[in-house]
């Protein structure tokens, strides 16, 4: 009932950036809460970043100050541009989408998407 496809990842040196992008689709009206978590191997699964969609935000301590989340409501996109990346950054990073209200009335809580890898490496 919602889809999500991740994007952007892939291998980038330590100090480097990347952008990655997540879009849901589906009969979708709005959704409340989009945010993404990542997992790194032997790891559980930790969040990122979440953000509103009145735009507040909420990061990780291992985030806050390298990377930025952002949102496009018309298009149900978040976005997760992470700068300054470490070694320690990478992981399969998941998009998370929560409340997210269809067309019919329901609610979905808790869509994830299949997962983009990011690896930091030289």
């Known amino acids: 009932q919602v889809q999500l496809v991740e994007s952007g990842g892939g291998l980038v040196q330590p100090g480097g950036s990347l952008r990655l992008s997540c879009s849901a689709s589906g009969s979708i009206v709005s959704i409340s809460t989009m945010g993404w978590y990542r997992q790194a191997p032997g790891k559980q699964r930790e969040l990122v970043a979440t953000?509103?969609?009145?735009?507040?935000?909420n990061y990780a301590g291992s985030a806050k100050g390298r990377f930025t989340i952002s949102r496009d409501n018309a298009k149900n996109t978040v976005y997760l541009q992470m700068n300054s990346l470490k070694p320690e950054d990478t992981a399969v990073y998941y998009c998370n989408a929560d409340g997210a209200r269809l067309l019919s009335g329901s609610y979905i809580f808790g869509a994830w998407g299949q997962g983009t890898q990011v690896t930091v490496s030289s």
């Open positions: 953000i509103r969609s009145n735009g507040s935000t």
